[in-house]
């Protein structure tokens, strides 16, 4: 929708959150395509680290949305990788991890997918089932992933674990060790689901992306920590910022913030229940019945072009 004017959730001036983490996208993009070839990765990689974690402290609604709008530019792997870290970096303090803790674990989330970079953009193209070879290689990547992480001269066996073990499961069915619950570093856990979670709410060629609040509901479902479950609840919730709703009066918008401590949440109203656009768009509190979410809406059926500067301000602007 184009030239429309809003009054911004986020002040002029701010830093933009979206072009630091298009930025350091680029950045992860350089260093894991060189990784193990005997340059000094590690000092960039925490570097980054820090920086997505900076950039989702800064304005978590704007780092959230970037993930459901699909705004990290860059190859989908390294995509990936940074929208899983983002969401490590929102989720970790809540469980207590101390700043070096978090680091970490959001360092691993960078370099979770390293012994796979190229094959998962061969993935995300496919548009039919993966070849036996494949299936293979998906299994191995954790174990290449630490085996590249120690040829670069990283040394430190809490990352490592957590890169190894990030598709293990309580119940053993993991791999690549088919660890169980108490063999699996929390940190290893929380990657895990960052990682799964941000790949079902992406689309593929093969399938549509899954909508938040399902995806939400699969993962939790699926997760035996309580912890977890509670901590992804909190920071992400059902309708992250980023969503595109349907409201009870059958208004079309997208959420711009996290819940309040009342439970609501804001939504930038685009288009009036007859499809007109809004000009200047209408910010909406979920509070008031008429403004409840009806429903989450996939890309291709709300019918909404919008850039994200035009609902979080300059902490969105390209």
């Known amino acids: 929708m184009a030239d429309m004017q809003a009054e911004h959730a986020v002040s002029a001036g701010q ?55 699909n705004q990290i530019a860059g190859p989908y792997a390294v995509r990936h990788c940074v929208e899983a870290a983002v969401v490590c970096a929102l989720i970790s303090p809540v469980m207590e991890h101390s700043p070096a803790e978090t680091s970490r674990i959001v360092v691993s989330a960078l370099t979770m997918n390293a012994g796979m970079m190229r094959l998962a953009e061969i993935f995300q193209l496919k548009d039919g089932p993966l070849s036996d070879d494949e299936r293979r290689a998906i299994l191995r990547h954790p174990t290449e992933g630490a085996e590249l992480l120690r040829r670069a001269d990283i040394d430190d066996e809490e990352w490592i674990a957590c890169v190894l073990s990030h ?18 570093p929390d940190g ?73 401590p009342d439970g609501a949440r804001h939504v930038y109203s685009m288009r009036d229940p007859a499809g007109v656009p809004f000009a200047p768009i209408e910010r909406r509190s979920t509070r008031e019945p008429l403004f409840a979410i009806a429903e989450v809406l996939h890309e291709d059926n709300a019918a909404l072009r919008f850039s994200m ?8 602007a390209v």
């Open 15 to 69: 830093v933009s959150v979206l072009r630091s983490l298009n930025q350091l996208a680029q950045r992860l993009d350089r260093v894991l395509q060189s990784l193990g070839n005997g340059d000094n990765a590690e000092t960039e990689l925490r570097a980054i680290a820090s920086g997505v974690i900076a950039a989702a402290h800064q304005s978590p609604d704007v780092a959230l949305a970037t993930i459901f709008l």
């Open 167 to 184: 598709h293990e499961l309580d119940d053993g069915s993991g791999y690549p060790e088919g660890r169980s619950a108490g063999a699996i």
């Open 309 to 316: 500067r035009q609902v979080w301000g300059d902490a969105a």
């Open 188 to 260: 290893a856990r929380l990657v895990g689901m960052a990682d799964r979670y941000c790949a079902l709410v992406s689309a593929r060629n093969y399938r549509r992306s899954m909508l938040a609040p399902d995806a939400l509901k699969k993962l939790c479902g699926e997760c035996s920590q309580a912890w977890l479950v509670a901590a992804f609840e909190q920071e992400i919730g059902q309708y992250p910022p980023g969503t595109l709703v349907r409201l009870k009066n059958g208004e079309t918008g997208v959420v711009s913030h996290r819940s309040g």
